[in-house]
């Protein structure tokens, strides 16, 4: 929408002492394993140290090791945080947008939130398996933060980690791990390591070739008619009644997966619903268990016995719906005779499916009486089809926002499709541009332009965009969002129209509507006027919804009807509402 935005999303795996996830890692081993012959690291934590303190929980059937209670130290604007690292623990560095995620594996993370460890670590939150080192910056592969291994003079291990705008290094040695589709600046990057790229999912449960994301929920099959908004299926074989173990959750950027480990014979029901999801099992023994801030997409997870099984609830961060919000499939073994059933969640999840071709129609929409200076296509001498301009934003040497897709061709992309749909059912179409190109070099004069093309006898403006956030809160923006301006009595009656009618179609996240007062294509627009923003380009989820076709097409279905819905009752210009354009300067 405003900004170029180039987005990536990688994890660096670091080796600890043990197996688990440090059998994927590089042969290389980037950290020293025993004291040196000569001097010995030694790690000095000053007056100024910081520690997060925790009391030590003793679980059964849990691991007893613990890792967490970080000590540190500012030095200028560099903090260091030192990690004890336990025997047999291995862990995972992510650095993000806004900070560093220590995954662990092989140790109980031990829950802890504190505000400050220094000046370059804003807060430190521990708990679910992992533990993340907030910063003011975002951290990238190699800047702002570094990490090593020493021994002590005790023999004890240590994870050592700078922080600081500073501060770069990374992770010597390490390999990247990726789940999510880069832009191409960014695969130039991963493509400079040789090494094979595994994704930052539990062991074996890989996402589709290509990094497509999994089918939307309704496309998994054995669905229930007699309850439409859940999904059934049974795991072929024999029953047995096996004990099913805590969910394995991999963590990506913007989503998160749980699989569940399900025996022959035992069969599923997920349900959607506003506090996430339920999943009634059968055909195995459900014990009571369960996790809290697991991840952000996760805010819990329990399970409870019921008779003949049990469920399993997942406390999601945002509603999920039927289409919207997860995705679901059944995964065959890796090994041995146990299915897999994993499901993805993220807020930026929407509706991927394909439309019928009784779908892709607006219903017609009737013609309206001419007006004086009245300049479009007449049906008769009294009636004319009515007629509404869109706006494909940017174009020609202005891309727009750029990431996985790129806005101007996004943008193009959805306004042909509405056209073509709003044609059919009668209206008359004005794009502002339907090629690669701008109105003007001139970003002012080519946003006047544009407004200038809702002449007399128009009836309504729409224009497209894609948002995108700055790297440092990428992760923050999804879904769909209307912005209106006090341009026309009827501007803000509109909005609501498209954005309901979009929401309905995509399942997008919603993000309502929002009222600008600077937006130079509303603001010098004479009729009703809207802009949408479909997507975020800059979220790692949000951004390959903005990469289908399927939902391109739901989109563009939803700002037509949104369109015509606004044509059928009124919602537009006439002679005694139309206004002069009113100054403005930006968008």
Not at 135 to 141: E, H
């Amino acid at each position: 929408m405003k900004l170029p935005v180039i987005l990536l999303s990688s994890a660096l795996l670091l080796a600890g002492a043990g197996s688990g996830l440090a059998q994927t890692a590089a042969p290389t081993d980037p950290f020293q394993r025993a004291a040196p012959a000569a001097s010995t690291p030694r790690v000095s934590v000053g007056a100024q140290s910081a520690s997060v303190p925790a009391a030590p929980i003793t679980l059964p059937g849990v691991q007893n090791a613990t890792f967490g209670s970080p000590r540190a130290s500012s030095q200028g604007s560099a903090t260091r945080v030192v990690f004890d690292l336990p025997a047999g623990v291995t862990y995972s560095l992510t650095p993000t947008f806004t900070g560093l995620r220590v995954d662990v594996q092989g140790a109980r993370v031990q829950p802890a939130v504190t505000a400050r460890l220094g000046s370059s670590v804003t807060e430190y939150r521990a708990g679910g398996g992992q533990a993340t080192l907030f910063t003011p910056f975002p951290l990238s592969l190699t800047d702002g933060w570094k990490a090593q291994e020493a021994t002590l003079a005790t023999g004890s291990r240590v994870l050592i980690i700078d922080i600081g705008a500073g501060v770069t290094g990374g992770a010597p040695g390490s390999r990247v791990l990726t789940s999510a589709p880069v832009t191409a600046a960014a695969q130039a990057v991963l493509n400079a390591s040789s090494a094979p790229l595994p994704v930052t999912l539990p062991p074996g449960d890989t996402v589709q070739p290509g990094g497509k994301v999994l089918p939307p929920a309704p496309a998994l099959p054995g669905s229930d008619t007699a309850r439409p908004s859940a999904l059934t299926g049974r795991v072929p074989g024999t029953p047995r009644s096996d004990l099913l173990a805590p969910p394995r959750l991999g963590k990506s950027p913007g989503q998160t997966r749980v699989v569940l480990d399900l025996p022959p014979g035992a069969t599923y029901r997920i349900t959607p619903g506003p506090s996430g999801l339920s999943i009634e099992l059968t055909g195995l023994n459900v014990p009571a268990q369960g996790e809290r801030n697991a991840s952000p997409e996760l805010r819990e997870w329990r399970s409870e016995a019921r008779a003949g099984g049990g469920v399993v609830t997942l406390l999601t961060a945002a509603p999920t719906t039927e289409r919207s919000g997860w995705r679901a499939q059944l995964l065959p073994p890796a090994s041995g005779d146990l299915y897999r059933l994993a499901i993805d969640l993220s807020p930026a999840m929407a509706d991927l499916t394909p439309l019928s071709p009784a779908e892709r129609v607006v219903a017609a929409v009737p013609p309206v009486p001419a007006t004086r200076g009245t300049a479009i296509l007449a049906l008769s001498a009294s009636y004319v089809r009515p007629r509404v301009v869109i706006d494909p934003g940017h174009g020609g040497r202005d891309p727009g926002a750029v990431g996985l897709v790129t806005e101007k061709v996004v943008n193009l992309d959805i306004a042909l499709r509405v056209r073509d749909l709003l044609t059919a059912a009668g209206v008359d179409v004005v794009l502002t541009r339907d090629s690669d190109r701008e109105l003007s070099a001139d970003k002012n004069t080519d946003l006047k332009l544009r407004a200038a093309l809702s002449t007399p006898g128009t009836a309504l403006f729409v224009s497209i965009h894609v948002n995108a956030l700055e790297a440092v809160s990428a992760l923050r923006g999804y879904g769909i969002e209307t912005w209106w301006n006090p341009n026309h009595p009827r501007s803000s009656a509109l909005a609501a129209l498209l954005q309901n009618n979009l929401i309905g179609q995509t399942g997008a996240f919603n993000r309502g509507l929002k009222n600008s007062q600077s937006l130079s294509v509303l603001r010098n627009s004479r009729v009703p006027a809207a802009l949408v923003e479909v997507g975020y380009l800059s979220h790692p989820v949000d951004s390959q919804n903005l990469k289908e076709s399927h939902y391109i097409d739901r989109v563009a279905l939803g700002i037509a009807q949104g369109i015509r819905e606004a044509l059928v009752s009124g919602v537009t210009a006439d002679t005694g509402t139309e206004r002069a354009p009113l100054a403005g300067t930006s968008r």
